[in-house]
């Protein structure tokens, strides 16, 4: 013998309605905090980047003011997606392997073991500034030597 329970005739509507409104709130929640985060720079970042750096992360993002038509354009050495840093922090193998597979480059022969300069590309500068043994990164310029032989 079967049990036969009775079921509230509309309980399969009731419940596929507050499925779908379940589902909504999910995903424009989701889509909100999406949005939030890719144009909000933690505050702890943006300290570690020079105010030049600052404006290459919004042009790459196309942020403000780099939403509109402008001729602004960020103070920096720039060459095939990458800009020119100098990092002020512990230079170690991981570091230096970190910048090479984020697609950047060291300096060779240009540094001290606290000072030193890199090929980063715009969009990894702040994966590379979230780095806890990196003190600041600012926009460098390109520098020749000469050098005198004695005589």
């Given at each position: 013998?079967?049990?036969?329970?009775?079921?509230?005739?509309?309980?399969?509507?009731?419940?596929?309605?507050?499925?779908?409104?379940?589902a909504v709130?999910?995903?424009?929640t989701?889509?909100?905090?999406?949005?939030?985060?890719k144009?909000a720079?933690?505050?702890?970042?943006?300290?570690?980047?020079?105010?030049?750096?600052?404006?290459?992360?919004?042009k790459s993002?196309?942020?403000p003011?780099?939403?509109?038509?402008?001729?602004?354009?960020?103070?920096?050495?720039?060459?095939?997606?990458?800009?020119l840093v100098?990092?002020?922090g512990?230079?170690?193998?991981?570091?230096?392997?970190?910048?090479?597979?984020?697609g950047?480059?060291?300096?060779?022969?240009?540094g001290t073991?606290?000072?030193?300069?890199?090929?980063?590309?715009f969009?990894?500068?702040?994966?590379?500034?979230?780095?806890?043994?990196?003190?600041s990164?600012?926009?460098?310029?390109p520098?020749?030597?000469?050098?005198?032989?004695?005589?």
């Open positions: 013998m079967k049990p036969r329970f009775k079921t509230f005739p509309h309980f399969h509507v009731l419940v596929r309605a507050l499925l779908a409104a379940i709130f999910a995903l424009s989701a889509q909100m905090s999406a949005g939030d985060q144009s720079v933690p505050a702890s970042i943006l300290s570690k980047l020079d105010d030049q750096l600052v404006l290459v992360v919004k993002r196309g942020e003011p780099f939403d509109k038509s402008t001729t602004a354009e960020p103070d920096v050495y720039k060459f095939d997606g990458r800009v100098e990092i002020q512990s230079i170690s193998k991981e570091l230096s392997d970190q910048i090479a597979s984020l950047g480059q060291l300096v060779v022969g240009w073991a606290t000072t030193f300069r890199a090929w980063v590309p969009a990894q500068l702040e994966t590379l500034a979230s780095r806890a043994d990196i003190k990164l600012s926009a460098a310029r520098s020749i030597t000469h050098r005198i032989k004695a005589p």
